[in-house]
């Protein structure tokens, strides 16, 4: 069975979707796993990190991404919903990444996620709003070893649609006041979300991000993050680095390397990916 983990924190800005997508990178490329991404921020970052603005923007007119998929939830009789044809297969600009798949995003996600919550309930009261995702990934989602979710920052149905499959979650955050302030409320709202429909959804652990090795701040917050009840800490810290921020650019290179960069970037997302498969292992 696949291992299903949400992407998550309330802040935006704090290297969500970078973790995400050099996570699905790294466990790919150098642990030789097959990833599944799914994007269900309507930011899209993590889909044009993947395969680009132009090939999204193909997918989007075409209706080839997730709002298609909540959209036929609010007209189940007008459903156009393609699995396959949404479906990306061997994305990444990466040449050594080979097998980490993608289901897009898009920007009409932000005109859906608020009706979701209206959707009819179907025969035998079959159909639930925080259930769409999972029924509609069911056949493929065994194909993959991971399944990456990157959620919007927020706790709304979409991000539950994504909890609702996933069997742990990790927190990327700055080690900031702002960046640090709703991992208690993520924490909480989730133990409680996973109480409600009897499913364990474990607190894999939080991942200080953009960290400055200089800032009394970053150390300060970094070390009250590792004496928290609320959530483990990884011990994988990823640096504020420009090679970082850059990556997010769909440009095709040859190696991890060259798109992380050589002074320790791509160590660290390496060490962070085997981190969390010996986390889900244990």
Same mark, same amino acid.
């Given at each position: 069975?696949?291992?299903?983990?949400?992407?998550?924190?309330?802040?935006?800005?704090?290297?969500?979707?970078?973790?995400?997508?050099?996570?699905?990178?790294?466990?790919?490329?150098?642990?030789?796993?097959?990833?599944?991404?799914?994007?269900?921020?309507?930011?899209?970052?993590?889909?044009?990190?993947?395969?680009?603005?132009?090939? !999204?923007?193909? =997918?989007?007119?075409?209706?080839?991404?997730?709002?298609?998929?909540?959209?036929?939830?609010?007209?189940?009789?007008?459903?156009?919903?393609? =699995?396959?044809?949404?479906?990306?297969?061997?994305?990444?600009?990466?040449?050594?990444?080979?097998?980490?798949?993608?289901?897009?995003?898009?920007?009409?996600?932000?005109?859906?996620?608020?009706?979701?919550?209206?959707?009819?309930?179907?025969?035998?009261?079959?159909?639930?709003?925080?259930?769409?995702?999972?029924?509609?990934?069911?056949?493929?989602?065994?194909?993959?070893?991971?399944?990456?979710?990157?959620?919007?920052?927020?706790?709304g149905i979409i991000t539950l649609n994504g909890l609702r499959m996933s069997m742990g979650y990790m927190i990327p955050t700055i080690p900031d006041i702002l960046s640090t302030y709703g991992i208690p409320q993520i924490v909480k709202r989730i133990g409680e979300f996973s109480a409600a429909i009897a499913e364990p959804i474990e607190a894999l652990g939080i991942v200080v991000s953009k960290y400055r090795e200089q800032s009394p701040l970053h150390k300060n917050t970094k070390r009250q993050l590792a004496?928290?009840?609320?959530?483990?800490?990884?011990?994988?810290?990823?640096?504020?680095?420009?090679?970082?921020?850059?990556?997010?650019?769909?440009?095709?290179?040859?190696? =991890?390397?060259?798109? !992380?960069?050589?002074?320790?970037?791509?160590?660290?997302?390496?060490?962070?990916?085997?981190?969390?498969?010996?986390?889900?292992?244990?």
């Open positions: 069975m696949a291992t299903v983990v949400s992407v998550i924190n309330l802040k935006g800005g704090v290297g969500k979707t970078t973790t995400t997508v050099a996570l699905a990178e790294m466990l790919s490329a150098a642990l030789r796993k097959k990833v599944l991404v799914i994007d269900l921020d309507p930011q899209t970052n993590a889909t044009t990190m993947l395969i680009g603005e132009e090939k !999204w923007k193909e =997918l989007n007119k075409a209706g080839h991404t997730l709002a298609r998929l909540f959209k036929d939830a609010l007209d189940p009789a007008n459903k156009s919903f393609d =699995l396959q044809k949404t479906l990306q297969r061997k994305v990444s600009n990466v040449e050594d990444v080979r097998t980490v798949d993608l289901l897009p995003s898009s920007l009409d996600l932000i005109d859906v996620q608020d009706r979701i919550a209206s959707m009819q309930s179907g025969q035998f009261y079959a159909e639930n709003p925080i259930d769409i995702l999972r029924k509609a990934v069911k056949p493929i989602v065994d194909e993959y070893d991971f399944v990456l979710i990157d959620c919007p920052p927020n706790l004496g928290e009840r609320d959530a483990p800490l990884f011990k994988t810290i990823i640096p504020e680095n420009t090679q970082i921020a850059s990556a997010a650019e769909f440009v095709p290179v040859s190696t =991890l390397k060259q798109k !992380w960069g050589y002074r320790g970037q791509y160590e660290a997302y390496h060490a962070l990916a085997q981190e969390l498969l010996e986390k889900v292992m244990a």
